[in-house]
T-cell receptor, first 111, second 115 residues
Framework: EDKVVQSPLSLVVHEGDTVTLNCSYEVTNFRSLLWYKQEKKAPTFLFMLTSSGIEKKSGRLSSILDKKELFSILNITATQTGDSAIYLCAIVTQGAQKLVFGQGTRLTINP | GAGVSQTPSNKVTEKGKYVELRCDPISGHTALYWYRQSLGQGPEFLIYFQGTGAADDSGLPNDRFFAVRPEGSVSTLKIQRTERGDSAVYLC?????????????FGEGSRLTVL
């Protein structure tokens, strides 16, 4: 069964800190890995990763995939209170149409 | 509207009742997904439509759950004989094409509470 595990489950830091969120997976026939941010209800798309070692970057957020070790990290630098949210990692397998999500990491940024 | 619209946003019902949750996807999106999210968990896949047909319903937990998309646009998730364990946020998502492994656009969800 395809599996996605995120760590830590919860993280509290101060504004301005840098955080690293982890996502490991066990899947057959990997296709892509996606990161979403969920602030209240609707998850919003951050990144899609398909190739190892190629960093995706958007402002203070960046992510990279390691297909050999089967994990991805999401980095957030110079955190702001608006970064407080649940960060979800999901994978898609070849031939499947669905995203399989991890449990999420609840990130809290204190002023 | 510009985004995925779900109604109702909140539904409280009694155990044993029937409920319907509606999803209106982004115009032109052929792929539509239903997910269920319990407190403290990530979204759990229920069913995927490509056009009018259910291409993958492997996530429906049992035969009390059913979903339709008769005209390839709006979808309704139907739950019969609701149980307390059905309480969750039901999320709908759409994408321009299915099976691309790409971005899904999610609605705000319908929070179902079964008393």
């Amino acid at each position: 069964e395809d599996k996605v595990v995120q760590s830590p489950l919860s993280l509290v830091v101060h504004e301005g800190d840098t955080v690293t969120l982890n996502c490991s997976y066990e899947v057959t026939n990997f296709r892509s890995l996606l990161w979403y941010k969920q602030e209240k209800k609707a998850p919003t798309f951050l990144f899609m990763l398909t190739s190892s070692g190629i960093e995706k970057k958007s402002g203070r957020l960046s992510s990279i995939l390691d297909k050999k070790e089967l994990f991805s990290i999401l980095n957030i630098t110079a955190t702001q209170t608006g970064d407080s949210a649940i960060y979800l990692c999901a994978i898609v397998t070849q031939g499947a149409q669905k995203l399989v999500f991890g449990q999420g990491t609840r990130l809290t940024i204190n002023p | 509207g510009a985004g995925v619209s779900q109604t109702p946003s909140n539904k409280v019902t009694e155990k044993g009742k029937y409920v319907e949750l509606r999803c209106d996807p982004i115009s032109g999106h052929t792929a539509l997904y239903w997910y269920r999210q319990s407190l403290g968990q990530g979204p759990e896949f229920l069913i995927y439509f490509q056009g009018t047909g259910a291409a993958d319903d492997s996530g429906l937990p049992n035969d009390r759950f059913f979903a339709v998309r008769p005209e390839g646009s709006v979808s309704t998730l139907k739950i019969q004989r609701t149980e307390r364990g059905d309480s969750a946020v039901y999320l709908c998502a759409s994408s321009p094409i299915g099976g691309s492994g790409g971005e899904l656009f999610f609605g705000e969800g319908s929070r179902l509470t079964v008393l």
